[in-house]
């Protein structure tokens, strides 16, 4: 359970009064995430998720509260954070910086088919372009920077093939970020980090899954966007056993977000590359999460090996979107 910081119902109590939220009756862990401490809180005025960020700073944290509230106000489905009297949405618990945000309905799409990968695709060509006009900037911070910080910190626990490959598509990466088609690719405030368990669905009386909602926008940034359509490609159009790519599953997906903001032809292009960048930002920090882990009071890190598939499995088979269709 991704308990890192113990919250004490009266200091949450007295947080929800002080939004307005009423009396809280009810506070429970939340055991799935690896990242903040997080509880559902049940108040009087409704249901909300309690958050004690770990690792981001009162300085980094207005970047993403505010980038929901400027989305939710635009209509894009995500957790609106919740103010005070004055205005402000970042709290302080136990000593941390700490939000109280709205509670999504539904549950996850644990097996997703080409409908719920069309609609997290169109939604998420509709949460770019919401973006556009947003007005704080924050680089994507496990971006390449990031990726140079932490090879060396995981380079101890490799073997000589992991070793290899983190050195090989280190520089493979840092040519393509070098060249003049990366630099043209369209940009803005993107999720970065849009899995199955990081969106959420809820089944109407028809039977059809409908999409409630994107949220935990912590890792967001300012990136290009065809980076956030393969972090979302490399999770929801994959066969998680293999990291072999669904392509139905991939071109629906692609194909309802170009519906919404059409593609470019570089970031066609460079789609096997951005493939490849996706699923080595994840492997990173696998293997930082595995090998120099925070404490916690009991946390389950991701399997990196799956990463590691994944990236192997970009490398062997390139994919461009309408490659299959043509
Ligand atoms: N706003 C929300 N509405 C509904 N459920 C939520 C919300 N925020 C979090 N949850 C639930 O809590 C779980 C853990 O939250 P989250 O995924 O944000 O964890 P994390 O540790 O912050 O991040 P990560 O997924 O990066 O490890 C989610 O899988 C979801 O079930
Ligand atoms: N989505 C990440 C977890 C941290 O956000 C992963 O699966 O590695």
Same mark, same amino acid.
């Given at each position: 359970?991704?308990?890192?910081?113990?919250?004490?119902?009266?200091?949450?109590?007295?947080?929800?009064?002080?939004?307005?939220?009423?009396?809280?009756?009810?506070?429970?862990?939340?055991?799935?995430?690896?990242?903040?401490?997080?509880?559902?809180?049940?108040?009087?005025?409704?249901?909300?998720?309690?958050?004690?960020?770990?690792?981001?700073?009162?300085?980094?944290?207005?970047?993403?509260?505010?980038?929901?509230?400027?989305?939710?106000?635009?209509?894009?489905?995500?957790?609106?954070?919740?103010?005070?009297?004055?205005?402000?949405?970042?709290?302080?618990?136990?000593?941390?910086?700490?939000?109280?945000?709205?509670?999504?309905?539904?549950?996850?799409?644990?097996?997703?088919?080409?409908?719920?990968?069309?609609?997290?695709?169109?939604?998420?060509?509709?949460?770019?372009?919401?973006?556009?006009?947003?007005?704080?900037?924050?680089?994507?911070?496990?971006?390449?920077?990031?990726?140079?910080?932490?090879?060396?910190? &995981?380079?101890?626990?490799?073997?000589?093939?992991?070793?290899?490959?983190?050195?090989?598509?280190?520089?493979?990466?840092?040519?393509?970020?070098?060249?003049?088609?990366?630099?043209?690719?369209?940009?803005?405030?993107?999720?970065?980090?849009?899995?199955?368990?990081? &969106?959420?669905?809820?089944?109407?009386?028809?039977?059809?899954?409908?999409?409630?909602?994107?949220?935990?926008?912590?890792?967001?940034? &300012?990136?290009?966007?065809?980076?956030?359509?393969? &972090?979302?490609?490399?999770?929801?159009?994959?066969?998680?056993?293999?990291?072999?790519?669904?392509?139905?599953?991939?071109?629906?997906?692609?194909?309802?977000?170009?519906?919404?903001?059409?593609?470019?032809?570089?970031?066609?292009?460079?789609?096997?590359?951005?493939?490849?960048?996706?699923?080595?930002?994840?492997?990173?920090?696998?293997?930082?999460?595995?090998?120099?882990?925070?404490?916690?009071?009991?946390?389950?890190?991701?399997?990196?090996?799956?990463?590691?598939?994944?990236?192997?499995?970009?490398?062997?088979?390139?994919?461009?979107?309408?490659?299959?269709?043509?």
């Amino acid at each position: 359970m991704a308990v890192f910081t113990e919250v004490h119902f009266d200091e949450a109590a007295a947080l929800a009064a002080r939004l307005g939220l009423g009396r809280l009756l009810t506070l429970k862990p939340i055991s799935a995430g690896i990242e903040n401490t997080n509880y559902f809180a049940s108040c009087e005025r409704g249901e909300y998720v309690l958050t004690v960020f770990e690792r981001l700073t009162a300085e980094q944290l207005p970047f993403y509260l505010h980038l929901m509230k400027h989305l939710a106000q635009r209509a894009v489905p995500v957790p609106e954070p919740q103010a005070d009297a004055s205005g402000e949405i970042l709290h302080n618990l136990a000593g941390k910086p700490a939000a109280i945000v709205d509670r999504l309905r539904g549950g996850h799409a644990r097996a997703p088919d080409v409908d719920h990968c069309e609609q997290v695709g169109a939604m998420l060509a509709r949460m770019h372009l919401a973006g556009l006009d947003y007005p704080r900037h924050q680089p994507n911070l496990r971006g390449l920077p990031w990726w140079d910080e932490t090879v060396p910190l &995981v380079h101890p626990f490799l073997s000589e093939a992991e070793r290899t490959l983190v050195d090989t598509e280190q520089a493979y990466q840092h040519e393509l970020a070098r060249g003049a088609a990366h630099a043209r690719l369209p940009r803005g405030p993107i999720h970065a980090d849009l899995f199955r368990d990081n &969106v959420m669905f809820e089944t109407g009386a028809d039977g059809r899954d409908r999409l409630s909602g994107f949220f935990d926008f912590y890792f967001a940034g &300012v990136d290009s966007f065809g980076f956030d359509i393969a &972090v979302c490609l490399n999770d929801w159009c994959i066969d998680l056993a293999t990291g072999r790519l669904d392509e139905a599953r991939a071109e629906g997906f692609v194909a309802a977000y170009d519906a919404v903001r059409p593609l470019s032809g570089d970031e066609r292009r460079l789609m096997p590359a951005l493939l490849r960048a996706a699923a080595f930002r994840f492997w990173l920090s696998r293997l930082w999460d595995l090998h120099l882990p925070r404490d916690a009071a009991l946390l389950t890190p991701h399997d990196p090996r799956h990463f590691e598939r994944v990236l192997r499995e970009r490398i062997a088979r390139p994919w461009h979107p309408g490659a299959s269709l043509a």
